[in-house]
């Protein structure tokens, strides 16, 4: 996972189990579902995959001018075919017109330069095909039943795949529009960290800290319980209890994490995603 308030990313299992979902939606151009638990990663992953945090500050200032910055995005643009988009709260119908139709049309301007980059005045595909392959919708749960017919319309006419990213029972809310939901191909339920993983993701923690993690010292195995339980593997939660951790062994002066420090750190958190 990535991203100022997350940390350096870290490839999870979960994260190439998403991969391999939205390399399935997009081949196979069906509408997909990825439903999980505030703060596991689902936003990470879906922006990693479409590389918006590279390509987003381009396609929201938009303009002709082209250089090294608008190369690199057209490049990896070109390679995940995908736009990201987080509906607006409340948000109309007409906005949602207006912005995905002007990020499909930046995006798919992109991946034509990176595809015909050695053309001289290029732009040559027509004006009803896309070169954009997939769609991701974060937060789905703010979508109007007439957003999902909106993005139902796009999927059938222009062939695209389609993914709805949300919380757990998105899915029964959407099995309730019989029209998209029958072109649902795919469903992803997208898990926190366990076991393995979580002891992998916690030693990246404790390097950070300049510290090793040795999980047959009793001390460091108790803060890692204490760390389980207290956030259940979840990606976001976890970050934000390691940012308290940081502070109070430099305001102490301490150079090991106990299960007293992790409590510490907890008690100064407002437990929530």
């Not at 995940?80 to 049309?105: A, C, M, N, Q, W």
């Not at 062939?159 to 072109?183: A, D, F, N, T, W």
Request: hydrophobic share 40%; with cysteine.
């Amino acid at each position: 996972m990535s991203g100022e308030r997350s940390g350096t990313f870290i490839a999870t299992k979960e994260h190439r189990r998403f991969i391999e979902f939205a390399e399935a939606v997009r081949k196979h151009r069906y509408v997909g579902l990825c439903y999980g638990a505030a703060g596991v990663g689902k936003t990470l992953s879906a922006r990693r995959y479409a590389h918006w945090d590279l390509a987003s500050p381009v396609i929201e200032a938009w303009n002709t001018r082209r250089d090294s910055s608008r190369a690199k995005v057209n490049e990896a643009l070109e390679r995940s075919r995908t736009v990201f988009h987080t509906p607006t709260v409340l948000g109309t119908l007409r906005d949602l017109k207006e912005t995905l139709g002007e990020h499909i049309d930046r995006v798919d301007s992109c991946i034509d330069d990176q595809l015909h980059r050695h053309v001289k005045g290029c732009r040559i595909i027509t004006c009803d095909e896309l070169l954009v392959e997939m769609l991701i919708f974060d937060e789905a749960e703010r979508l109007s039943v007439t957003a999902l017919e909106f993005i139902r319309d796009i999927f059938d006419r222009k062939g695209v795949g389609v993914i709805l990213i949300g919380m757990p029972g998105m899915e029964k809310r959407l099995s309730r529009y019989p029209q998209l939901y029958s072109r649902v191909g795919f469903a992803h339920h997208y898990r926190p960290l366990q076991g393995d993983e979580l002891s992998f993701v916690l030693t990246r923690h404790w390097r950070k800290l300049g510290l090793t993690l040795d999980e047959a010292d009793f001390t460091d195995t108790q803060a890692i319980a204490s760390i389980a339980r207290i956030t259940g593997g979840n990606f976001r939660l976890l970050h934000r209890l390691f940012v308290q951790i940081e502070r109070i062994l430099k305001i102490n002066g301490l150079s090991v994490i106990t299960d007293d420090v992790v409590e510490a750190a907890r008690s100064t958190l407002v437990i929530g995603i």
